[in-house]
């Protein structure tokens, strides 16, 4: 069984291969079985047009935060097999953090769930909502 601090570093290693997240900035700051915390610096590049956090970040952001807490409860290689987002509020601030964790785990997959939040002078904002199903790879 690794430790929690192992259990960051592997994760963060993972999250290192992944060219899209490394183009992104996003950092690994918590992770543990089941559960995961993901960060994103909101740099102008990833705003639309009006200045809030463009929708396919905060996306990503879910999806990739839903898949990392389905893998490491099922503990093994996993694909998102379908996800659904709600979007509450624009995401206005200086970063993005979105919090998963898994609700519902069997052999094969597992469903969960995760919030996304803009962050503006340390004050969390809900900007979005996601819940998806992440399955083991064949």
Known sequence: M???????????????QQ???VLLGAELTAFSP????????LTD???QQDGFAH???????????LTFAGGSALHA??????FKINYVR?????????????EAVSKTQAVCRCEVFAVQ????KLCALAQGTIVKQA
């Open 2 to 16: 690794l430790s929690p601090e192992e259990f960051l570093a592997m994760g963060r290693a993972v999250l290192a």
């Open 19 to 21: 060219g899209f997240s």
């Open 34 to 41: 089941g559960k995961v915390q993901l960060e994103l610096r």
């Open 45 to 47: 590049q990833l705003k």
């Open 55 to 65: 929708g396919g970040v905060i996306s990503y952001l879910a999806d990739n935060a």
């Open 77 to 82: 290689p996993v694909l998102t097999s379908e």
């Open 90 to 102: 624009p995401g206005v601030g200086e970063r993005l953090i979105v919090r998963a964790h898994a």
């Open 121 to 124: 002078d340390e004050l969390e």
